[in-house]
């Protein structure tokens, strides 16, 4: 394993610490596990770029103008949006 000192503003590593505190784990192991999302989140969006970059509008919008225009069946239809929900005090 390879260690790699990070410079950290106070701000962000009192955020830090205290997460961890909340989770029970140390701050080397929170940062571990946001480096370790962040990089797959990073991917993620990498293959849905490349993917997106071979698609084929026109093909995509022939399927779907094959798709019969019908009602949705009882309980498949979009609900209406909730109130907003009131802030926590």
Known sequence: MTS?????????????KAAANE???SINQLLLSF????LGHRRALRVMRE???RAN?????A?????????ADMGDGVSPPR???APPR
Not at 35 to 38: F, R
Not at 57 to 61: F, Y
Request: hydrophobic fraction near 55%; avoid cysteine; proline fraction near 8%.
């Open 51 to 53: 993917r997106a970059a």
């Open 4 to 16: 790699f000192a990070l410079r950290v503003p106070d701000h962000i590593y009192d955020q830090a």
């Open 23 to 25: 989770d029970n784990i």
């Open 57 to 61: 509008i026109d093909a995509a919008l």
């Open 63 to 71: 399927i779907l103008d094959r798709v019969p225009d019908v009602a």
């Open 35 to 38: 480096i370790a999302e962040g």
């Open 83 to 85: 109130a907003p929900a």
